[in-house]
């Protein structure tokens, strides 16, 4: 089992930057990929990125350069850096992970709100 919790969430004008974390606790070692998602009100959950546990990284079109993914082996943690925020980016966002064995885990969200 994994958990992961989000914090960071919060207000912010559009062209501000927010960074979000996600930690991790349980059975990391099992997993292979994480993933950052967010769900817009009244719309689905959409993919903003990934990262694999070699490091490698892959974004959505709508935040390619805006946001950065990251992992902190020390602290167990996956960072999202999201810079030049837009309205549009204004969601809940969620931690995502996927074992080995195809488990997935999700945080619980944490909501960003990109407003002046």
């Known amino acids: 089992q994994v958990q992961l919790v989000e914090s960071g969430g919060g207000l912010v004008q559009p062209g501000g930057s927010l960074r979000l974390s996600c930690a991790a606790s349980?059975?990391?070692?099992?997993?292979?990929?994480w993933g950052w998602y967010h769900q817009a009100p009244g719309k689905q959950r959409e993919l903003v990125g990934t990262?694999?546990?070699?490091?490698?990284?892959n974004y959505a079109d709508s935040v390619k350069g805006r946001f950065t993914i990251s992992r902190d082996n020390a602290k167990n943690t996956v960072d999202l850096q999201m810079n030049s925020l837009k309205p549009e980016d204004t969601a809940v966002y969620s931690c995502?992970?996927?074992?080995?064995?195809?488990?997935?885990?999700w945080g619980q969200g944490t909501q960003v709100t990109v407003s002046s």
């Open positions: 995502n992970a996927v074992a080995w064995n195809r488990n997935t885990y």
């Open positions: 349980g059975s990391i070692f099992s997993i292979y990929i």
């Open positions: 990262i694999t546990r070699g490091g490698s990284t």
